[in-house]
């Protein structure tokens, strides 16, 4: 059977995924502030696909289903922080419309495609981005405005104008086909917010890009079998309690807020202090401090060194608890 074709742009192969798609909304954690992306619907009793950034950090995570209208609490199966993917299961949901996927291998330069997602967090009807792919096998540095950053290889470069609540959306082909996964996108004048993050490096004026769909899907098999590795981490997060930034000399995570009651609030670590090792593992960065806790679970047990604004270093064992995922 032939796929139906649509011109660029065509409202139509926008509309053949909408019914498939979800709308994610987040609270976070440490800021108690919301955040929203997109989502793509793999199963209809509610395994959603999403990128990582978008549910990283959150403490609640509620769904809306474009099919539906329905609303869900969702909870996070796994996630691999650095190819972006993350995997939701909606909590109670039956009989949801998937998106029809397609194969992200035949995507070409020069092929129409059409971004579509939670543009602004706004909700509602999925807004649409039209465009060209004008690279495949992209890799960027991305970054949101709280400095975190990863690279991202492989990625589907495009010229739609991917927007902010994109992010875990869509990439459509000219057949109504999901081929990638919106991740990022780099403009000169735009500001990054926390679910649009810039990438750098590149001269256009306009730029998106998405993961490729099977790569993502890959990811979401690996979390689905449970199969957790170097990378993919599977089921809640354990939280320590700390927001932590790079300390500039490679000397440790610098704790810039403590969440009240958690375990590094009852071990005595306060805001200015540096975490430099956790069970004995040299920490040198926030990102080191980030992938040593990815390794573990709530109810683990995990020794903590730090050096206080007084340069004394202090140790400690603490036991982590259910935190913000991603």
Known sequence: MTATRYQSGDPAAAAAVQPGLVDVDT???????????????????????????VVAGATRIQVTDIGNGRT????????DRSRDVAVLQLQGATGLTTAPLGDSATVAVGDPVVGVGNAGGVGGTPSTAAGTVTALDRPITASDESGSAEQLTGLIQVDADIQAGDSGGPLVNSAGQVVGMDTAASTPSRTA????????????????FAIPIDD????????????????????????????????????GAVVGQ??????????????GDA???????????????????????????VSVTWVDQSQQQQDATVTLVTGPTG
């Open 275 to 301: 975490i430099v090792a956790v069970n004995g593992q040299s920490v040198d960065s926030a990102a080191a401090l980030t992938t040593l806790l990815d390794g573990t679970h709530p109810g683990d047990s």
């Open 27 to 53: 609270v976070i954690g440490y800021q108690g502030a919301q955040a929203a992306g997109t989502g793509i619907v793999l199963t209809a009793d509610g395994e959603v696909l999403t990128n990582n950034h």
């Open 216 to 251: 993502a899907l890959s990811v979401a098999r690996q979390i689905e079998s449970g199969a957790a590795s170097s990378t993919v981490h599977i089921g809640e997060s354990a939280m320590l309690g700390v927001s932590v930034t790079d300390s500039g000399a490679g000397q």
């Open 193 to 208: 917010t926390r679910h649009h993050r810039s990438a750098t490096g590149q001269t256009a004026a306009v730029q998106g």
């Open 72 to 79: 869900y609490a969702a909870t996070v199966v796994g996630y």
């Open 258 to 271: 403590v969440l009240a009651g958690s375990p590094a609030a009852q071990a005595g670590v306060v805001a």
